[in-house]
């Protein structure tokens, strides 16, 4: 397990194929889940999960429509973004489907592929933690906001200046 801004990521993640979009470090996105193989990793892992770290699944662009799922794997991207389920919508019409909102939390490699059925399990190894980066740069972007409001607040609460402004 490896830490990512305070998150355990585990070793091994299942993984969501998806040729929706690229989640990144940081991003939010919501991802449409309906292929065999997404739809075991939503209703196995997510839906029965008891722990965060059931929540944490990794994201892999697809190279094909997982509409059209095989039973052979398509060629894997070996880069991918770890991310956490924040929410889970399912619906039955017109056709059973999930919709995933992921935040992503870290960039990893794929080490080796475990298993493929019911959904894609594989170990991996987290290449960087942009969360850790991220929360050091929104506590500078914090303390830089509250220094020029300070400065706004003090230089508005000088009475010859606040004379000045109702001119």
Known sequence: MTSAGGIQ??????LLLTHEGVLLP???????VGSPRNMQLVSQRLLKGTSLKSTIIGVIPNTRDPEHDTDDLPTLHKIGTAGIAVQVVGSNWPKPHYTLLITGLCRFSVSSLLKERPFVLAEV?????LT?????????R????????GVFISVTSVPEIREL???
């Open 9 to 14: 990521i585990p070793s091994r993640l299942p």
């Open 26 to 32: 940081g991003s939010t996105v919501r991802f449409s």
């Open 125 to 129: 190894q987290v290449l960087c933690c």
């Open 132 to 140: 850790r980066l991220l929360a050091v740069f929104l506590y500078f």
């Open 142 to 149: 914090f303390i830089t906001a509250t220094y020029w409001a």
């Open 165 to 167: 402004r109702k001119v």
